[in-house]
């Protein structure tokens, strides 16, 4: 499916909005018939938040830098694997949308969509952020997706019941706009981690602890639109440099409160190589029909 055929709606009107791809001098851009208009920025991706922005924080762009390193190297390579395999069963051969929620660097929907190919199904992607620093990186790593500024938290710029898949991976989840752009068929897949998750990296680096009842309280926030499809653990024993342990930690919440520097000299006498577990949660979901209990 070309950029010009997905499911999105005008940020300010609503009305369908089109992908318009580049002209003589001008960038690729989105555009409604109001006469709306949204430029690509040079690096790829389209910034479509209007009015006052966001009060939320986005990653930095040292942040960003420190997961794509990280996940570059592969070290939660059976978390993207494990995910394709829960998401792909659920698109259609021709013409599926995958709406990756909070896609960050891009890693894990790189991993859906070559999974998607190597499956024989033809699938689209929207990729959402609310780091442009991200999706930089997001959008030289897919460029077949169409990789979108916007904040979760808002209505989502996607068209009613027109997405087979939404993935959210360590970020926000908006159930009432999942639920909207969710066909009846689709399916809903949310990555947390468990308790114990990088515990051994934690007590050094100051990374925060996973809450206890985090799973309780996804289920509860989800049950107004979702019903539970199953859920599967996954666990990575990792052996990091001090680099890469650095990355690891600075990458997630940490960054917003320690530098890099920080976090690197709180690990330089841990032994190497650094040893940790990783520890995570694929909880699928379906939308809940009118006879659901």
């Excluded at 070290?75 to 394709?84: I, Q």
């Excluded at 996954?234 to 990355?247: R, T, Y």
């Excluded at 917003?256 to 909880?283: C, G, M, W, Y």
């Amino acid at each position: 499916m070309p950029f010009a055929d997905l499911p999105l709606l005008c940020p300010i009107c609503s009305r369908p909005l089109q992908y318009l791809a580049a002209e003589t001098a001008r960038q690729p851009r989105l555009s409604c018939p109001e006469g709306h208009n949204f430029d690509a920025a040079r690096q790829g991706y389209f910034n479509l938040l209007v009015g006052k922005g966001t009060p939320f924080e986005p990653d930095s762009a040292a942040m960003v830098a420190s997961r794509f390193a990280f996940l570059g190297n592969g070290h939660y390579a059976p978390l993207a694997h494990a995910l394709a395999s829960a998401v792909v069963p659920a698109l259609r051969e021709e013409g599926a949308v995958v709406l990756d929620s909070g896609t960050g660097t891009g890693h894990y929907l790189r991993e859906i969509l070559g999974t998607a190919a190597s499956a024989g199904r033809r699938a689209s992607a929207i990729g959402l952020d609310i780091s442009k620093f991200a999706l930089r990186r997001a959008a030289r790593l897919n460029p077949e997706a169409l990789n979108l500024v916007w904040d979760i938290w808002r209505p989502l710029p996607v068209a009613d019941q027109s997405v087979d898949a939404v993935t959210v991976v360590f970020a926000p989840r908006n159930a009432a706009e999942f639920a909207r752009v969710l066909r009846p068929t689709g399916v809903l897949a949310v990555v947390t981690p468990r308790p114990g998750h990088l515990a051994e990296i934690a007590a050094v680096t100051g990374m925060l602890g996973i809450e206890e009842g985090k799973d309780e309280r996804l289920a509860e926030a989800l049950a107004g639109h979702f019903e539970p499809d199953g859920a599967l653990d996954v666990d990575i024993p990792l052996e990091l440099g001090l680099g890469a342990a650095a990355d690891l930690a600075f990458m997630g919440p940490a960054g917003h409160h320690l530098d890099r520097d920080q976090i690197a000299a709180r690990l330089e006498n841990s032994p190497e190589p650094v040893t940790a577990n990783a520890k995570f949660r694929l909880s699928l979901y379906r939308p809940r029909t009118p006879d659901s209990p």
